[in-house]
């Protein structure tokens, strides 16, 4: 319930800053634009007082807002559950012998929004520690970014193996850390999705393991009916079908996946 609540709470993050998106890329009118202009200015840090460097123009922070949005996705999604989700699912449907079905749209779909529920505590956390604190102007926004970024370093810090952020470590020349708080984010972030990645490949062998043993019955009887220009893969097909169907494999893997991050 808790964790409802939690991702309730991130949805409503997202649709506020939707919706600050959105007035950004509209046209507006003079006193928006205005207005606009001073929330800008107050998120780049241009200062308003007396003998203090003019802010960017409007068409400058919109430039530079652009160009951050195009990289942050990309951080924002290594950061998170999904590389994981999406490797294993797209494993599946290897193993499954299905080319495009479920295609790469339901796929991805799928994996943002599993992504969503797992990240939820998190996003409710830098939420609360960050944006609204950030919004109602008791804090910096050096303060927020640097709130945000202590929720996500604590949910990667956790998912990460010792192993990796130990290998990273030496290649950094970083050396030991006293606590995993002091683990840098250039440090961590490479280490992170390194693990996220074994441990995909993990889940993927494991998931490959019955199907594999569908398709080498399959393969063993057509050879020994002497029906051997007959696709393996065309008959074993159904049977995989059935019996992911028969055990809720979709249920199972979700709730796996939900749960490898607890």
Not at 81 to 93: A, Q
Not at 111 to 117: D, Q
Not at 136 to 165: C, N, P, S, V, Y
């Amino acid at each position: 319930m808790n964790r409802w609540i939690a991702m309730h709470s991130a949805l409503k993050t997202y649709g506020r800053l939707l919706a600050v998106i959105l007035l950004l890329a509209v046209p507006q009118t003079a006193s928006a634009q205005d207005a606009i202009t001073g929330a800008l200015d107050r998120a780049l840090g241009a200062g308003s007082a007396a003998g203090e460097e003019a802010p960017l123009s409007l068409s400058l922070q919109l430039l530079l807002i652009m160009g951050l949005l195009t990289i942050l996705p990309a951080l924002v999604l290594m950061m998170t559950s999904f590389t994981r989700i999406i490797i294993v699912l797209s494993i599946l449907r290897q193993a499954l012998g299905l080319q495009q079905s479920p295609p790469n749209q339901v796929l991805i779909g799928l994996s943002l929004f599993l992504s969503l529920f797992i990240m939820a505590p998190t996003l409710s956390a830098v939420n609360t520690a960050a944006i609204e604190p950030y919004a109602a102007g008791t804090i910096e926004a050096q303060q927020a970014i640097g709130a945000a970024g202590d929720q996500f370093h604590a949910f990667m810090i956790r998912q990460t193996r010792k192993a990796d952020l130990g290998m990273f470590a030496d290649m950094a020349n970083a050396g030991k850390f006293a606590s995993p708080a002091d683990v840098p984010f250039s440090v961590l972030l490479p280490a992170f999705v390194t693990s996220e990645l074994k441990t995909a490949f993990q889940i993927g062998f494991m998931l490959f393991l019955p199907f594999l043993v569908i398709d080498l019955v399959v393969a063993s009887v057509l050879m020994s009916l002497g029906m051997m220009m007959l696709s393996p893969t065309i008959v074993s097909l159904p049977f995989k079908l059935l019996l992911f169907v028969l055990v809720d494999g979709w249920a199972l893997l979700m709730g796996s996946l939900a749960l490898s991050f607890t």
